[in-house]
């Protein structure tokens, strides 16, 4: 019995050591236009950030069973950072725009949400959180749905760049919110950077 006790002390002291090392070393996010760690020049709090529609490409929406809602040949997402992160914040972004161009089905941006950056462990790259938005559509198949992304949907990946042309990769299941049977649908983008103009973009643990 006593043995026993001894063995479950241990185990207890080691958890605490595993929860102290980890809370010691908890890294989150900065967005860095530098390769340094830790990062030496932050992109700051009220930086203007504007995404456009990757040249030559499509925005895209189709159903979960491959049934194509909307394409678009214009798109933006425009936004301010309201957090630059921290060693235990990730970066935020207040959307100020999100909408589409040239489409065959228009979208209404209802809500415009924020953006939060969070880095990918062991690389640049970061994971796109899109909270709190809301759009609507008006197929000729399913009528008026409404989409949301509620407290955090992820949308895909932000590739850096040392040239200023960073890339978001939108590949994300958005759910009805409104709406007599609306279908699921997959939402597929390419966005890259165009302003701050030429500004290196690196996705950096804090």
């Known amino acids: 019995m006593k043995y026993l006790k001894m063995l479950g002390l241990a185990a207890l002291t080691a958890m605490a050591l595993t929860a102290f090392v980890a809370a010691g070393s908890a890294s989150a996010t900065v967005l860095c236009k ?54 235990t914040e990730h970066v935020k972004m207040k959307n100020t725009e999100i909408s589409w161009t040239s489409c065959n089905v228009a979208t209404v941006t209802v809500k415009l949400g924020e953006t939060e950056f969070q880095n990918i462990t062991g690389t640049e790259n970061g994971t ?8 609507t559509t008006n197929d000729p198949v399913f009528g008026d749905c409404s989409y949301g992304t509620g407290t955090g949907v992820d949308l895909g990946t932000l590739t850096p760049s040392a040239t200023g042309d960073a890339i978001m990769d939108i590949n994300a299941q958005l759910t009805p919110v409104g709406g007599f049977c609306c279908p699921d649908v997959i939402w597929q983008e390419s966005f890259t950077l165009i302003s701050p103009k030429e500004t290196p973009l690196f996705v950096r643990p804090s």
């Open 34 to 87: 530098t390769k340094t760690t830790p990062c030496t020049s932050k992109w700051t709090k009220g930086t203007q950030i504007e995404f456009n529609l990757t040249a030559g490409t499509s925005a895209l929406w189709k159903t979960t069973e491959g049934l194509t809602i909307k394409t678009c040949t214009g798109g933006k997402i425009k936004g301010e950072i309201t957090n630059e992160g921290s060693s």
């Open 128 to 135: 796109i959180i899109l909270k709190n938005a809301e759009f």
